[in-house]
């Protein structure tokens, strides 16, 4: 859970962090203050390089599809853990991440790109464990930079509440729809706009298919 009084901030924005915790990923608070964003994630960005979490059969399949048949066209995935990169046979430019990654990192105030490696490098050195889980974290933060602007605003690309997602969505899903064959659709009730628009998208022809646990739609 989180502790608002251990989180880098001032009073007014811990006050807000204990009224809804969600304010940690606003991206005016994120603008305000990149440190409740980085002190609380910091766990999930670490454990991301370490690979604490492995990918599934799921994702096994997309890389599959690709290295068995040369046919996939592009994975689109809501998921923002990362796990489609740890598919080494499929390249990063098949993904497109809709609500942005863990595992890819930029400057939310200029799009620099930074290096997902050095980025956790930094987090390491420089951002406060809250969860007393590291002991060779440091004991106060202090600001990741961006290489371009200098502002410390340096972060997953994990889509802030208040930003727009990632123009790559809309400029891929223009260039892939039209085309596509067959859509396979899994491990989502599909509730989710605009990922979910994607079904309507693709062409009147292509075949959808539907895999999920749960009635879908
Ligand atoms: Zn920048």
Redesign the pocket.
Known sequence: SLKPELITATESQRAAMRRDPMSVVLKDMFFANAFPYLEVRRPFILGTREQNWRATLSHRFVELLHKKTGKLTRLYTQNIDGLDYQNKGVPPQKVVNVHGSIGRVA?E??G?PAAFDSFCDSVQSSIKDLYSIDPAAPQESTPIL?S??Q?P?VKPTTVLFGSNLPAEFFTRAEEDMPDVDLLIIAGTSLQVSPANSLVYRANESAVRLIVNNEPVG
């Open positions: 400057c105030g200029c620099t961006c371009a602007c502002r605003l």
